[in-house]
């Protein structure tokens, strides 16, 4: 996370725990969540960031992030999936926003020793098929990683 380049995008901005560890290595963070109350927590969380102009917190969704194309070096997605409605139209969008050579990371509660919240709430097996699927369809490629407490999928622009 740490290697995070200029400009990165988070589709979920809850407490930003997606977005506060990158912030060292990335020049600017931008947030976006649909919900006003999130958006508001985000801020807050990260005030200083914010008033430094390093961090943006903007209304959005996976699917409609209202970001130009080709603009951001890094897509980051946080247990936010299971609300997309439309996971292969979310993937398409964090791929038109990736420059070529960007990296894209959607990440749920799971993993190979999940805790008892995230056997509770975790993402379904058939939900992280078709995200795989949808991923490697519209990137070329992408690759699932199982880890104790969640898993990811990650794919890079242009690798095909
Ligand atoms: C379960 S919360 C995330 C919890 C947080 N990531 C964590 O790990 O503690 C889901 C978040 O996704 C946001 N969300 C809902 N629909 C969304 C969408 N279509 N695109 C992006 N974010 C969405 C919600 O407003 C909320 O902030």
Sequence with gaps: MRELG???????????????????GAAQVVGVDPSPVMRRMAVRRCAGAVAAGRVDVRSGRATDTGAPGGSF?????????????????GIAELHRVLRDGGRAV???HSGTGP?????????????????????????????????THLVAF?????AR
């Design 106 to 108: 959607v990440a749920f």
């Design 115 to 147: 805790s008892r919240r995230a056997r509770r709430v975790g993402l379904p097996e058939d939900v992280a098929v078709r995200l795989h699927v949808a991923m490697a369809a519209v990137f070329g490629d992408a690759t699932r990683h199982d880890l």
């Design 6 to 24: 200029r400009r990165s995008l988070g589709t979920r901005t809850l407490p930003l725990r997606n977005v506060a560890p990158v912030l060292p």
């Design 73 to 89: 070096d890094h897509v980051v997605s946080v247990n936010n999936v299971l609300f997309w409605g439309d996971i292969a139209g």
């Design 154 to 158: 990650s794919a890079v622009r242009g």
